[in-house]
């Protein structure tokens, strides 16, 4: 069984700084890493997923993640964060090809931007 | 840009009663999901759907719980009798066929259980 952990439930940060949320896993097998956002009163919408290849995925919005199999962690970073960017952030997993593609979620962590 | 849509947005029920959650994927998508988030809790997984049968299902998806595919247009979730602890937001999503695909989420149902 996969579980996620996300280390910080909330972030403030200040508007141009640089920001870096949490996430770690724990699967038996091998691993898709993903990264949604929720907006308020929307869905989750994709930020970025490691399938496989390079561990530096880059995805929308200016986010990227580093994929670290050796320390099972899948952390989002961004280098200048907006006001836009308060939002609830989801690091979810689910089991690599041929596997179950249910999607194992953390409790997210909600990153407030400052001005 | 499609989108997956639900509704209602907030249901409110009495314990006991059954309700039937909607959902309308994306129309060219063949993979049909349901999760749900207790509050203050994580997105948990219930249910995938395809080719008009459930593919796989968590331990919380019990008897209680049935989805369906009733035209082309439409998935839902009905929950026969609801308990106190069905109160949460329910998500439906959806994606094609693929490699792995981004499934792409609703905007969700909060279910409140009085």
């Known amino acids: 069984a996969q579980s996620v952990t996300q280390l910080d439930s909330q972030v403030p940060v200040f508007e141009e700084a640089p920001v870096e949320l949490r996430c770690n896993y724990s699967?038996?097998?091998?691993?898709?890493l993903f990264w949604y956002v929720q907006y308020p009163n929307q869905g989750l919408q994709l930020l970025l997923k490691?399938?496989?290849?390079?561990?530096l995925v880059k995805g929308i919005n200016g986010f990227e993640a580093e994929f670290n199999k050796s320390q099972t962690s899948f952390h989002l970073r961004k280098p200048s964060v907006h006001i836009s960017d308060t939002a609830e952030y989801f690091c979810?997993?689910?089991?690599?090809?041929?596997?179950?593609?249910?999607?194992?979620f953390g409790k997210g962590t909600k990153l407030t931007v400052n001005p | 840009e499609p989108e997956v849509t639900q509704t209602p947005s907030h249901q409110v029920t009495q314990m006991g009663q059954e309700v039937i959650l909607r959902c309308v994927p994306i129309s060219n998508h063949l993979y049909f999901y349901w999760y749900r988030q207790i509050l203050g809790q994580k997105v948990e997984f219930l249910v995938s759907f395809y080719n008009n049968e459930i593919s796989e299902k968590s331990e919380i998806f019990d008897d209680q719980f049935s989805v369906e595919r009733p035209d082309g247009s439409n998935f839902t979730l009905k929950i026969r009798s609801t308990k106190l602890e069905d109160s949460a937001m329910y998500f439906c999503a959806s994606r094609k066929r693929g490699l792995y695909n981004e499934q792409f989420f609703g905007p969700g149902t909060r279910l409140t259980v009085l």
């Open positions: 979810a997993v689910s089991e690599g090809e041929g596997g179950s593609e249910k999607l194992v």
């Open positions: 699967s038996s097998v091998s691993v898709y």
């Open positions: 490691y399938l496989s290849g390079s561990t």
